[in-house]
């Protein structure tokens, strides 16, 4: 699939310029957008919610892209708890990079080239859980948001196409950044609160996927591949996965989201071929698809849990009836002591993350 063709799958789908009321908005695309929504639709019903995307959302939307994220203690104490009897599988090799035309473990005596962004996340063990497939949803709205406002504790949701939503509960799967950005009055938003969506920023990531006809390799271990050995461009970090009957190697690199023309996103792809080329010989000769895409925004590392609460306490007219969902949900103090949590939350990040936000809402909603 070509760079030209990921622009097509983005294209939005024209509705009729409506204006919607209901007491349930979700806003989002994933896994954990579709599963609020349902769960949603399940308790109030079909005609009490709707949900928003800009996209058509394909079962495909189910699967994590790039490199596994459950990495960490505590990310792995969460994983145990919400999926006790799911197999986990622990990746007990520490991470490699290539470097000198071989691979080297991280924690060894050889260093890598500079990590950059939020790789150094990547270089710990990992750990992987099965997740079930999302079916297509064929009712969603395909719109895409100009902005966000309340009125009269209303959330009114504006579409470039003239469509307007008006909700009681807005359901926000992403981040608090991204809210902040769409929202019109930043001027009725305290301080600490657009403080704290401003912490939520994350670089854009290239996403490269390749699929072998027959397998290229082994190798288990989360693998770095630098860019370049004379400049601090960061690596690619993917990892082998088997999908079905092909092997596959998925591939992530932070990027500047001013770095991500076409021009630039085609060197760097054909500077990612020229390094497999090198590193498994017969890289060039297997047939192979490729897909890529580009997220302006991923997962937040440190995401300030308690700057969040203290939001929810004193600023209740931004945050009322407004529930952030994903990977870069912020994880309210007073559900975590509802739920008995015992982990420190600020060190869960992205999928552990969603999850356990998922879950802590179940019984909240």
């Given at each position: 699939m070509s760079f030209k063709d990921i622009h097509k799958l983005k294209k939005i789908v024209e509705i009729q310029k409506e204006f919607i009321q209901v007491p349930?908005?979700?806003?989002?695309?994933?896994?954990?957008?579709?599963?609020?929504?349902?769960?949603?639709?399940?308790?109030?019903?079909?005609?009490?919610?709707?949900?928003?995307?800009e996209d058509q959302i394909l079962s495909s939307d189910s699967m994590i892209k790039g490199p596994g994220t459950i990495r960490g203690e505590e990310n792995q104490k969460v994983i145990h708890?919400?999926?006790?009897?799911?197999?986990?599988?622990?990746?007990?090799?520490?991470?490699?990079?290539?470097?000198?035309?071989?691979?080297?473990?991280?924690?060894?005596?050889?260093?890598?080239?500079?990590?950059?962004?939020?790789?150094?996340?990547f270089a710990s063990t990992r750990y992987e859980i099965p997740?079930?497939?999302?079916?297509?949803?064929?009712?969603?709205?395909?719109?895409?948001?100009?902005?966000?406002?309340?009125?009269?504790?209303?959330?009114?949701?504006?579409?470039i196409n003239g469509t307007e939503f008006s909700s009681e509960k807005l359901y926000f799967g992403k981040s608090p950044y991204h809210y902040m950005h769409l929202f019109s009055d930043k001027g009725a938003l305290s301080d600490k609160f657009i403080q704290f969506c401003e912490s939520t920023q994350t670089s854009a990531a290239l996403l490269v996927k390749f699929v072998f006809e027959k397998p290229l390799s082994d190798i288990e271990?989360?693998?770095?591949?630098?860019?370049?050995?004379?400049?601090?461009?960061?690596?690619?970090?993917?990892?082998?996965?088997?999908?079905?009957?092909?092997?596959?190697?998925?591939?992530?690199?932070?990027?500047?989201?001013?770095?991500?023309?076409?021009?630039?996103?085609?060197?760097?792809?054909?500077?990612?071929?020229?390094s497999l080329e090198k590193i498994f010989e017969n890289f060039s000769t297997l047939k192979i698809e490729e897909f890529i895409a580009i997220e302006h925004e991923i997962g937040c590392l440190k995401i300030d849990d308690q700057a969040y609460d203290d939001c929810l306490v004193n600023d209740q007219l931004s945050t009322q009836n407004l529930f952030f969902i994903g990977i870069n949900a912020p994880i309210a103090n007073a559900h975590c002591k509802e739920a008995l949590c015992e982990y420190s939350?600020?060190?869960?990040?992205?999928?552990?993350?969603a999850l356990f936000v998922q879950k802590l809402y179940q019984n909240k909603i």
């Open positions: 349930h908005l979700v806003v989002g695309k994933d896994m954990f957008a579709v599963a609020m929504y349902r769960e949603l639709v399940l308790k109030y019903g079909p005609e009490n919610v709707r949900l928003i995307s708890e919400l999926f006790p009897e799911s197999v986990v599988k622990n990746f007990n090799k520490p991470s490699i990079f290539y470097k000198d035309m071989a691979w080297k473990p991280f924690g060894g005596r050889s260093k890598p080239e500079a990590l950059k962004f939020d790789e150094a996340f997740l079930e497939e999302i079916e297509n949803i064929e009712d969603s709205y395909l719109v895409k948001i100009k902005s966000i406002s309340k009125k009269d504790e209303r959330f009114l949701v504006e579409c271990e989360t693998m770095f591949i630098p860019l370049s050995y004379t400049h601090e461009w960061g690596h690619f970090v993917g990892e082998f996965k088997t999908i079905g009957a092909h092997q596959t190697i998925e591939f992530i690199h932070f990027i500047d989201e001013d770095h991500t023309s076409e021009e630039e996103i085609s060197r760097t792809i054909r500077q990612l071929k020229k939350t600020n060190e869960i990040s992205f999928l552990a993350r």
